[in-house]
């Protein structure tokens, strides 16, 4: 080692130290929001994994205690919001303080408008409304929770996606949407809560193989399809999620607030691939 270099374990310690703190993680049974309980719970964090798969979330929660992970268990629909303010109240008081919390919860709204079913005309005003009230009521619920029972100086970190980013004919309306809205709600929220210090930021994945949409992505040619639109060739894995999620709780992310963060293989970095352009229509425009 350099003489005066910082040992390896120090610079560590200072960038990605989480230990002790306390965190909440929604949508914590599956897929991302179970990678980022995870990473934080590996790295000494006390973590509530909240959901509303009562089995699921239970059985995650037994089986990372068993890893000698301090975590615990909540059921939760994140479009209650007395439900929401409830558990992070109560992850405060059994953790000794909320100092990172991951609105994270989220469902599909089915197909885009690629397909018949995800075209204007046939969108389902009751999946509409539900999928607001979860992926964008559910955010705005965590938030103000988190703005109630959160530390000074502490984390809020929302589940974006490339979808609320740029147009993305794959995913229907509401999903887009609320994944747009809740990127505006972050700015809102940093600008709202950087007073007190805690910062707020958000990740937008790109596709990453978990169980959302009853985990159609995992089948060849779905798969093939979102591997297609990325500069890597390939979807991600939620762990790859990990890295990310542990920047934004740790002290390494000191001066970032409001900011939203792609982690998709490069999607957003390339123009629509052909397989994904609108088939022009001649004669289409008025006149
Ligand atoms: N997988 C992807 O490609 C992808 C891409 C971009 C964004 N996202 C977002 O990532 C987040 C996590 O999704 P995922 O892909 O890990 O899916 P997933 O289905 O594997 O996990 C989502 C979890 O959220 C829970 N959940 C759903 N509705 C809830 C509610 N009302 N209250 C509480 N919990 C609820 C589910 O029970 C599940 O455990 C979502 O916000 C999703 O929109 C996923």
Known sequence: MTAGAE???AVLDRLFDVRGLGAVVTGAASGIGLAIAE?????????????ADADGVARE?????GQGADVR???VDVADPVAVDTVLREAA??????????????MSAGPGPTTPDGQLTAVDQARWDRVIQVN??????TLQAAARHVSDGGRVVVTSSIAGLAGDPMVGYAYAAAKAGVVALVHQASADLGRRGVLVNAIAPGSIRTNIAGGRIREPEVAEAFASATVLGRIGDPSEVQGLALFLASPASSYVTGATFTVDGGATAMRPLPAVRATPVVGALPG
């Open 7 to 9: 040992d390896r374990a």
């Open 39 to 51: 990473v934080l719970a590996s790295c000494g964090a006390r973590v509530t994994l909240a959901d």
């Open 61 to 65: 929660a037994v089986r990372l205690a």
């Open 73 to 75: 268990s909540a059921v």
């Open 93 to 106: 008081e059994v953790h000794g303080s909320l100092d990172v919390v991951f609105a994270n919860a989220g």
């Open 136 to 141: 964008l009521g559910g955010v705005f619920a």
